[in-house]
């Protein structure tokens, strides 16, 4: 049925015949005198004033292609929710050179407008959506109102732009992509980025693929940051599991992510609370990051380093993300930047025969300082361009600050960011692999140099138990035994201040929660690490949950991003 339905539009839309017209649906409206000048409206049934998304295909403003009829499909889940989608054909650049798919664009949404009454719009609330080589046009009217003035429009009519893994800057790292060719073949320059939004307070929903084509995450990336530093409305997120076809089609389960995003970014729909959680963590702390890694730079500039990132690094590096690694589409991985232990201890006063580093959670921990040099042990301060390694995170929010203590006010939600990460270039023995996150969120104040170790004031204390008090469980690191150690905290998305949760000495610990505890890890000791591979992309296996952290665990529901456990980064070979 639906591949008849498929074929029906395809004859339709390609004959640019007279529109046919059921109680819902206008297939082939004409909005032009061009044959290619036509559009499918679908309406939701029953529904007064409701939002309109003009969507416009992808195809390097081209002929139509099957990417026309994926959204086409989602187009019912839309308007199942109480939204109108008008899918638009515009003139290929091949007949008709820019600025022309704009101007059917801009004729398409004038259409549309006069016949509001008649279609049952909210002409408040319209809507411009791209895909790929569509998401160029849809976003640029907002840069060149001129050709919306001459259709009797103005920027005021949008109620927002969205673009779905689309290109926006023309001379940007799409152009030096797979897509080269096309871009090349449709525009002979490059196209001006650095125009002003003629609406500074537009609102924008720029969306990327997980896994999609080369440079294309790199260039939603920059025009999102451009925008934000404009002053317009940003919401800018990569999407886990899609590629550059799949983000399009909204009527698939596997991408509810997309769908729910745009149907809240128009008002159709409000998202899953747990979801807003994230999604608004993530964008604070892109756009905004509390914290910074970039004191490395400004103080240690001339001790920086750059090393191919190879698999080796790829892995380390996604295990400290975790499921998150989506954040990292838009790298191209191909160079980290990083300062020598060896280097760096340089710059330190005193002597010492350790390296402590306290993080911005204030994880403590002691590294033996010669291992470290033989092993050419570095800080890793930045990955390709980007020099703040804060914008990497893994954001979480606790059911309870303390499993035995219930706590009926939700808590602030909190967050791990990357920053600089100790990371040994050559592999490192097992006491160097530590299962937690002590070796990163640094900053350049991280570091400083020790005589003695924590585990001296222990004498007595049995080998067994070593391993549990540092590299394993890393107790030490979060909590103090008999006073000594430190007190760790969680950073609170908002500001990056320290949060509740604090780690309480050992002792303060109720025994059932002590034996739970040393259970847990030695579970973990006897079955091993969690495998990490060099998945840069993370496909499949790219957790797409959405939940809350509890004291000992998390809750999965449907939908979303993993609220994943701060606690259990697991590198494989961090140090």
Known sequence: MIEITRITLLLVWLAGSSAHAGDDFFLGLPYGSHAAQRLNLYLPAGQDAAPLLIYVPGGFWGALDERFFKFADGSSKLRFEGAAVAVVRTRSLSGAPWPAPLQDVAAAMALLKREASRYRIDTRRIFLVGHSSGGF??????????VLRTFGLGTSDIAGVITLSGLHDLGGPARQGQVAEFIGAAFKEPFPSSAILDRPRMRFLILAGERDLDGFARDAQAFALRLHRSGAQVIYQTVPGTNHQSIASLGAEE???????????????????????LVDADQHLFFSPPLSSLSFWSQHSDLIRSYPADDRFQEFLFAHILEHRYQLAAMPLKTYHAIPVAELIKTLSG????????????ENYYWPLQELIDLDAAIVVGIDDEKDLFRFVVPYRNKREYSWVDRKKPLPSVYRGLGGMLYVRKAPPEHLRLRFSAGMSLTASSFSLAETSPLQAFPNLPESLKPVLTYTNGCLSCHTLRGIGSLAHHNRVEDGAKQGGLGLPLEDYPPRSMETLCLSASARRQHGRRENKPDRRGGARTAVRSGEQGARGTRRPRGGFEMTPPSEPNPPEIA
């Open 255 to 277: 991408n509810a992510i997309s769908r729910d995003l745009v149907m809240d970014f128009t008002g159709v729909k409000p998202m899953d609370e747990s979801l807003r959680l």
């Open 351 to 362: 002597k010492g025969r350790w390296l402590r580093t306290v993080n911005t959670r204030n």
């Open 137 to 146: 046009i849809v976003s640029r009217p907002v840069f060149d109102p001129d």
